[in-house]
């Protein structure tokens, strides 16, 4: 069984960074794929960002230039490293991995873009 949690999330002005881990309970090895995704208050749950196992990156349109997704395999921990932040980048952010069919899911990190 595979567990993450996230953790990372502030209350940030606009403009400033954060940078988000996702921490994996089991060997990060043996996971193909991590996703970021994100749910803003009264929107649907998007994809943000994902990365393979060997590093392949993709972003969503509102995520590139401004986030990066990383992955450190010995700490068994994902990042995405969050900057120029903007007030619509407000919301619960969720890492979220498949294995064997079965998806996991952390808990959340709040994210807060306000002056």
């Known amino acids: 069984q595979v567990q993450l949690v996230e953790s990372g999330g502030d209350l940030v002005q606009p403009g400033g960074s954060l940078r988000l881990s996702c921490a994996a309970s089991a060997s990060i090895f043996i996971i193909n794929t991590i996703d970021w995704y994100r749910r803003a208050p009264g929107k649907e749950r998007e994809l943000v960002a994902k990365i393979t196992r060997d590093g392949t990156t993709n972003y969503a349109d509102s995520a590139k230039g401004r986030f990066t997704i990383s992955r450190d395999n010995a700490k068994n921990t994902v990042y995405l490293q969050m900057n120029s932040l903007k007030p619509e980048d407000t919301a619960i952010y969720y890492c979220?991995?498949?294995?064997?069919?079965?998806?996991?899911w952390g808990q959340g990190t709040q994210v807060t873009v306000s002056s």
């Open positions: 979220k991995t498949t294995t064997f069919g079965v998806d996991y």
